[in-house]
T-cell receptor, first 114, second 114 residues
Framework: AQSVTQPDIHITVSEGASLELRCNYS??????LFWYVQSPGQGLQLLLK??????LVQGIKGFEAEFKRSQSSFNLRKPSVHWSDAAEYFC????????????FGDGTTLTVKP | GAVVSQHPSRVICKSGTSVKIECRSL??????MFWYRQFPKKSLMLMAT?????????EQGVEKDKFLINHASLTLSTLTVTSAHPEDSSFYIC??????????FGPGTRLTVL
């Protein structure tokens, strides 16, 4: 069975500081990994995804994530956080043949201090 | 990017009534759409897979007679919550699959059952 763990329920960073959100997964085959962002009362927006190739993936809004197979991790990073980045972040893992069968983590709430 | 809309964005109904939520892919055809439920501060739970022209596939524990899904065209899927009760109050999100490993989310519908 596939599963995703986001160890940090809530993270607070100062504007301009760097950010790392952790994601660990369990999956029986080659994982397809995703990071989504959700603003309050909104749907999910895809930040980036990893299917194969370069393990450092660049996404939108200045985010990047690194796939580390040995650690079963796919951590999200941003060098300098903006106040508008405050939101809920979800990591997901799924098969390459059916996007809808992705399993989502419980999310990490990001608060940005001025 | 691909756009998926949901209507209504918010709905309040009385207990015992039925509510229909629409999910539309605006700029691509989607033979498959997905319906999720999200509780406060919780991850997304896949309820069912909606297939154009055929019956929906429900996840374990989801009552098919309670949550009726119809996918009548390549751009529209509807979720009808029948005989709604307060415990059905939630945030319902749909997504549309553009390719096998790519889904785009709608903005969500907040359902409140009084």
């Amino acid at each position: 069975a596939q599963s995703v763990t986001q160890p940090d329920i809530h993270i607070t960073v100062s504007e301009g500081a760097s950010l790392e959100l952790r994601c660990n997964y369990s999956y029986g085959a080659t994982p397809y990994l995703f990071w989504y962002v959700q603003s309050p009362g909104q749907g999910l927006q895809l930040l980036l995804k990893y299917f194969s190739g370069d393990t450092l993936v660049q996404g939108i809004k200045g985010f990047e994530a690194e796939f580390k197979r040995s650690q079963s991790s796919f951590n999200l990073r941003k060098p300098s956080v903006h106040w508008s980045d405050a939101a809920e972040y979800f990591c997901a893992v799924g098969p390459n043949t059916n996007a809808g069968k992705s399993t989502f983590g419980d999310g990490t709430t990001l608060t940005v201090k001025p | 990017g691909a756009v998926v809309s949901q209507h209504p964005s918010r709905v309040i109904c009385k207990s015992g009534t039925s509510v229909k939520i629409e999910c539309r892919s605006l700029d691509f055809q989607a033979t498959t759409m997905f319906w999720y439920r999200q509780f406060p501060k919780k991850s997304l739970m896949l309820m069912a897979t909606s297939n154009e022209g055929s019956k929906a596939t429900y996840e374990q524990g989801v009552e098919k007679d309670k949550f009726l899904i119809n996918h009548a065209s390549l751009t529209l899927s509807t979720l009808t919550v029948t005989s709604a009760h307060p415990e059905d109050s939630s945030f319902y999100i749909c997504s549309a699959r553009r390719t096998a490993n790519e889904q785009f989310f709608g903005p969500g519908t907040r359902l409140t059952v009084l």
